[in-house]
């Protein structure tokens, strides 16, 4: 048997913050104390809260094509990822693939083959130090899916499958003369052919709903939820169809609908910390003012999540209530709440410890299946020196640090 013990911590538990100490024995949480210990790692008063877990995030992308026309192998890209995610607070990150009839693009982008980037991913997840998942991105306009969704199946690193409808001028991107401009560039073909183009893929894509046999096929196996909803009728199909959860709804009246029909809430973490969307959409400040939010995602900006919960401890929600949504409410969504997202006795050992630092979250420790993953190694006031030193020091004179 392994023991860890963390002590001098402020310990964001799910209803309430403790200063004190922690134990650890091998994988999992097995003690919680309200006082300091003389042993153990001192974190310095740092903030301790369960591993953040993020159920989307498209930024393997970001890695794997830094640029439009460089190509970096997915495996210097997933591992430089896997540090980048640790180093932001995330322990569980469910990385977004593509799947749809459009699969003639490089691996890892929006064209690219989803169903080969997620086979991959499995392949190298093992080999990782946080926890790595697969967050499917499914269109909804393509025939037949029988045997793609057979092979979903078989990939037990899948961790959600989201419906994404790929018709022209609905949903996120509703101005249709901007998509067909971009496709003529992207293409280097004239605006007429680029409107021809898209008014045949407008009517296949209206004339194609998989939503029906995706419910069939994997309702109860893999969570489902829906992405980009913007009217009511949206919503209603998607929660008829096996949707628990509505991620990223465009409008509030998305968001109002969800949470009437039971369905859980997702906006990502880099609108509210912007202040509003990117693209026009609903802005995350509005959704929460009404309770309508229960998860945040990092979307494509990992540092935004620790930058997030804190502002919103700021703006007068307490940690404990903002942390839940980017822990114990995704692992819950995800199947796992029972056994990881919150500081609790038996839970699994996925912890952060960080300093709030000009606003966002100064990372020093992670902890995945009670091993340390990550250290930021020097302590910013004292340069050169680890944050343990002081305590082995103060041991030296006889001094306990608290």
């Known amino acids: 048997m ?46 301790l809260i369960p591993g953040i877990v993020d159920i989307h995030t498209d930024y393997i992308e970001r890695e794997i094509a830094p640029r439009p026309s460089a190509k970096i192998p997915l495996e210097l890209a997933l591992h430089v990822m896997d540090l980048r995610a ?7 990150i469910c990385s977004a693939a593509r799947i749809s009839e459009e699969r003639d693009g490089a691996a890892g982008s929006w064209r690219g083959d989803g169903l080969a980037l997620a086979r991959s991913f499995q392949n190298l997840i093992p080999a990782m130090r946080a926890h790595h998942l697969i967050h499917i991105r499914w269109s909804t306009n393509f025939e037949p899916v029988e045997h793609i969704l057979d092979q979903v ?15 022209p001028g609905q949903r996120q991107f509703r101005d249709i003369e901007a998509q067909i401009r971009q496709r003529a560039t992207r293409q280097n073909i004239s605006l007429e052919e680029a409107r021809r183009l898209m008014d045949e893929r407008t009517e296949r894509a209206r004339r194609i709903n998989n939503r029906a046999e995706v419910k069939r096929r994997i309702a109860g196996s893999i969570p489902i939820g829906s992405h980009d909803d913007t009217t009511i009728e949206h919503v209603i199909e998607a929660h008829e169809t096996g949707a628990t959860l509505c991620e990223m709804p465009c409008t509030i009246e998305a968001a109002r609908k969800a949470k009437e029909l039971g369905m859980m809430v997702c906006m990502g973490a880099p609108n509210y910390y912007r202040g509003g969307s990117h693209c026009g959409n609903l802005a995350c400040h509005d959704a929460m003012a009404e309770n309508l939010v229960d998860i945040i995602c990092s979307d494509y900006h990992f540092p935004s ?37 919150s500081i609790e006795i038996g839970k ?27 250290s930021s190694l020097i302590d910013r006031d004292q340069p050169g020196r680890h944050p343990g030193e002081e305590r082995k020091q103060s041991e030296k004179d006889g001094v306990a640090a608290d």
């Open 2 to 47: 392994t023991e860890t013990i963390l002590t001098n911590a402020r310990i964001i538990r799910p209803s309430r913050e403790i200063q004190g100490s922690l134990v650890i024995e091998d994988e999992c949480i097995t003690d919680i104390l309200p006082h300091n210990l003389l042993d153990g790692i001192d974190l310095c008063g740092a903030i």
């Open 86 to 92: 640790l180093s932001c607070g995330l322990t569980t």
């Open 153 to 167: 199946l078989e990939l037990k690193s899948i961790a959600n499958l989201v419906y994404n409808d790929d018709t």
């Open 305 to 341: 999540m620790l930058a997030c919960a804190l502002r919103m401890a700021e703006e007068g929600m307490s940690l404990s209530a903002a942390i839940k949504m980017f822990t114990a409410n995704p692992a819950h969504y995800l199947g796992f709440g029972d056994t990881a997202g």
């Open 348 to 374: 699994r050992a996925d912890l952060v410890a960080f300093h709030p630092h000009n606003g966002y979250g100064d990372v020093a420790y992670v902890w995945v299946n009670g091993k340390e993953r990550f």
